[in-house]
């Protein structure tokens, strides 16, 4: 395969709501490019992206995967993004090594929650962005009313430059507005190659004419020669169109609006085309990294396969990447050596000499490159582009099935954070529960699969414990003496202890008060360990108590009993004593949410929400959806996700972080209280 120029390379990442045919694009891009040889189908589970089992049996991208097609002597690097908001995290790691972000929507839906999403993120970053409207050929599809919802809650610069002819089941392929060109769908719903350009049929002249005229307007702003003949009335040719709407679409002042139905390969002759001859090129782009950096490329994505290893999914930013030569990595400031240099297509992989500067490919076997780092020809102290991907928002309880499967259940989650870094995995100091956490429920129940199906790990989930706090109301005395005599040196430890709430219900203070040598100074901090051990589970849930400083005030010793273990039991007893009569109480996180759903589900998922204790904030409509934030205490929202996919039929969102917290209310606590009590009692008698 020739090296190719920056100026040859087109990178794109393909996005969108889950459902919107992303995969479908990405497979009528390939066929109708010649790249490969049938029409893939994701029903039947065979496109060239979605090539991973779970993805094949649940019909849906869960990863993102690299694919090329090439078009007119140009090379296009196709990224299939999953469009569930579970596996966003490709997302946020694809966006910077594309200078393009083609956005399906679905044109029976129309742009959708995730749509918003993937739109704001590319215009953080200044991504050229062009549209494509799926699904043209399905029953209540329509290309105008999806074109005026684009503009409305996207941007008004969003602009048809195809046509569909026909709609719903009298859909017969698109006009091409810059050629003056159609492009017809192979007959009978057949999945052939698009067929040659052809005339306009008459009966549609007339609205071609008003959008050609449209998309010309938009175009020629970015041109002032151009708008001032425009303004004039000298025509406009189609070369000087395609030359003003490469120059609007690269500087993302204008966004191209495409009908096609993927699945008929139809509009994807005008989609290569716009491109190849409008979507911007790496080297038009500002460089992730300052010119004169030497050899470097980006690594944005892992693969770790159980059978061929860790492969690297890079970006050459600068330089060519050349096989079996040397490479640094600026986070270990570590040396390792390229294996094999690939260009992937799915899940097939071809080995390629080298790689230049703008083309993306991957490398296999590199013991400690990451997602996130930058590999460099030489030493060097740059720093890596920053990738902050969005905090989990569903946790579980995970263990695994088979006694002494523990160790093989960490290195599958070691491996699967290594491709997905949303998805982590922690051990709970307060439950001693493993964690594993992840964006949706999907995004866990993957996970899990994924480990029994590579890593041969069975494992359980249910829900984590809520970390619950305890913390008192007023201040509380106590003394508590140690005294064990068995034969020969004993124990003793003697200490008064008060203990006081702080401000804000947080952290903890020990305050030695003693006067004279009541105690010891060596056995002082003693009886602040043994304070700090009993608050790490508190009398009424078994939870950290926080919020509380204690003073040492008295005590006394024995010149030959007393130790510091003494000193520590008597610490940790009077903090006992004195906690149960300072008025304790129980606190429960608060989690900030927002919830984005459907407007004629917003009174269902509101009362849902004033269910679940939360209290609403506010709401902002937005083109048909509305976001309501709230704030809602966290175990009120452990099963949150199935609720609001039923309540609004899957097409609700949200996402949450912790805010503070609050006391559990005096009802809820009590039920709370005597759970634990029943399973102290129940592990007692076991």
Known sequence: MAVLEPGKI?????????????????????????????????????????????????????????????????????????????????????FPVVETVLVAVNGVLGPEVNTGRVWQRAERLGRARVVAVTMLDRERSDFERTLEQLREQLSDRCVAVTLPIGGEAGFGGVVDLVSGKAFLAASGGAPGREAAATEIPAELLPAVERYRERLIELAVESDEALLERYLEGDTITPDEVRGALRRAVAAAELFPVLATVPTRCAGVTALLDLLVGAAPSPDLFEPLLPPGSGTAAFVFKTIADPFAGRISVFKVIEGTFVHDTAIYDIRTHSRERLGHLLVMQGKDHIDVDELAAGDIGAVGKLKDVQTGDLLLDHDDQLEAPSLVYPDAVMSFAIDPRAKGDDDKLAAGLRRLHEEDPTLTYRRDPQTAELIVSGLSQIHVEVAVERLRRRFGVEVELHPPRVPYLETIRKEARARHRYKKQTGGRGQFGDCEIVIEPLPQRDGYEFVDNIVGGVIPQGFRPAVDKGVQEAMLHGELAGARVQGVRVRLTDGQFHAVDSSELAFKIAGSLAFKEAYARAEPLLLEPIMEVEVTVPDETVGVVNGDLNARRGRLHGMEPRGGMTTIEADVPMAELLTYAQTLTSLTGGRGDYHLHFLRYEEVPPQIAQRIIEETRRQREGGARG
């Open 10 to 94: 087109r990178n794109v990442a393909v996005a969108g709501h889950r459902g919107a045919g992303k995969t479908s694009l990405v497979e009528a891009l390939l066929f109708q490019s010649g790249s490969t040889t049938r029409l893939g189908s994701v029903e039947q589970g065979t496109t060239v992206s979605d090539w991973d089992e779970d993805e094949q049996r649940r019909r849906m991208s869960l990863s993102s995967s690299l694919t090329h097609a090439d078009h007119a002597g140009h090379k296009i690097n196709l990224l299939d993004i999953p469009g569930d908001a579970g596996f966003q995290g490709d997302c946020v790691a694809a």
